[in-house]
């Protein structure tokens, strides 16, 4: 078995039989909807498209994230996670949604690989913002003023601006030496137009990883 379909298959131990489920996106987490049939009676909450096809196939109840205000326990992946349960998103640009569904849940848990987990964030991968269409010219001078490198993300198979689900413009800013994710988040979060950021700075309870054919199982505030 793999790291990820142990990780799955971890999660899915998590998880007690008549829960809300919330789910993002990502080949772990596809991994642990395939295995949510397993369970009884669980409603699913995700951003991702491909998660909800996965889990309607597997005859699971898929709820419309509107409907919901409260979840059990979430899973969800991360392009970086640091020991402070700081995690910066950077890939699917659902991030906005991720994190309203992180906010609902009473345990969101992330799964990652061991290479991800760092002591401190090594922004690697930009920091993606979401923003209104109308504000784009004012946010792009705002990021030149605090001096960051930007750029709008395309759409792979057609040109012009690749857009968020909710019709929104996708930047991705690159962040070349260190600064303190959460005074950059509340900087990038104060722009007007920013509707979010893809960094995580309170959301996340859990870590799961694998370390040396172990499961690593870290939780916020509880001494190791």
Known sequence: ???????????????????????????????????????????????????????????????????????????????????NFIALKSGGGIHTQEKIIGSMAKRYVLLVDLNKYQPRLTYQHPVVLEIIKSSYALVCS???????????????????????DSGNILVDVEIETYQDPCSLYHSLKSVVGVIEVSLFVKEVTDIVYMDNEKIVHKTKGKQE
């Open 1 to 83: 078995m793999d790291i990820r379909k142990q990780n799955a298959r971890y999660a899915l131990s998590l998880i007690e039989d008549g829960s809300v489920v919330g789910l993002g996106g990502g080949q772990t987490i596809r991994l642990l909807a395939s295995l949510l049939s397993e369970k009884e009676d669980i409603s699913i909450v995700t951003p991702s498209s491909e998660t909800a096809l996965i889990c309607q196939s597997a005859g699971l109840k898929v709820l419309p994230t509107w409907l919901v205000s409260s979840i059990d326990i979430a899973f969800d992946s991360c392009d970086e996670i640091d020991e």
């Open 142 to 164: 705002q990021l030149e003023k605090m001096g960051l490198s930007y750029h709008y993300r395309k759409a792979p198979n057609k040109d012009g601006l690749l857009l968020s």
